[in-house]
């Protein structure tokens, strides 16, 4: 069966970086793209970005534009969220999704989410 | 960037209730639309796909129409397991942005 796995939690300073990871597994990695996701507390959910494991295509949400870097370790299938320069705001549950496959990125398989507090 | 707007907000209702959510699209965004269902604590889990399809182990009470930019989600009749927060996403162009999401909750 599908899963995908995340790391445990984090606590960070402002200014720091994080480094989510995403372990998937019951599947073939490289033919399904991921979605990272975060959601602060009470809030709604916000798109991050999105990574094709199959050629390492990304895209960013613009604000995050400069602070945020999306990779995939085929080896290991495993995605990477990191995020640099982190402020307050930042404080949020990250989820890494799969999308249903190549063609359609709606988030068929979610991560159990990861927990970045951002606190001096 | 294409926004989604989201009504109502929040909707009081009972079991046995039919519930409707409505997601407007800043710009058409053809059948390109997701709805996910999140409980408190928990990630989301996708419901409708491609605006109308129904992702697989999702009961038939749920349904979704619409497409260029207004579309809808239906429950037929509320269970005591649907109380939650709705949220749908648009997935025609990135960023694919979600909705500011519509909670049910007990009348």
């Known amino acids: 069966q599908v899963q995908l796995v995340q790391s445990g939690g984090e606590v960070k300073k402002p200014g720091a970086t994080v480094k989510v990871s995403c372990k998937a597994s019951g599947y073939t990695f490289t033919n399904y793209v991921f979605t990272w996701v975060r959601q602060a507390p009470g809030q709604g959910l916000e798109w991050l970005g999105w990574?094709?494991?199959?050629?390492?295509?990304?895209y960013y949400e613009q604000k995050l534009q400069g602070r945020v870097t999306m990779t995939t370790e085929t080896s290991t299938s495993t995605a990477y969220m990191e995020l640099r320069s982190l402020t307050s705001d930042d404080t949020a549950v990250y989820y890494c999704?799969?999308?249903?496959?190549?063609?359609?990125?709606?988030?068929?398989?979610w991560g159990q989410g990861t927990l970045v507090t951002v606190s001096s | 960037d294409i926004q989604m707007a989201q009504s109502p907000s929040s909707v009081s209702a009972s079991v046995g209730d039919r519930v409707t959510i409505t997601c407007r699209a800043s710009q058409g965004i053809a059948s390109w639309l997701a709805w996910y269902q999140q409980k408190p604590g928990k990630a989301p889990r996708l419901l409708i796909y491609?605006?109308?399809s129904l992702q697989s182990g999702v009961p038939s009470r749920f349904s979704g129409s619409g497409s260029g930019t207004d579309f809808t989600l239906t429950i037929s009749s509320l269970q005591s397991e649907d109380f939650a927060t709705y949220y749908c996403?648009?997935?025609?162009?990135?960023?694919?942005?979600f909705g500011p999401g519509t909670k049910v909750d007990i009348k």
């Open positions: 990574i094709s494991p199959k050629n390492g295509n990304t």
């Open positions: 491609a605006a109308s």
């Open positions: 996403q648009q997935t025609n162009s990135f960023p694919f942005t």
């Open positions: 999704a799969r999308g249903r496959n190549l063609g359609d990125p709606s988030a068929e398989y």
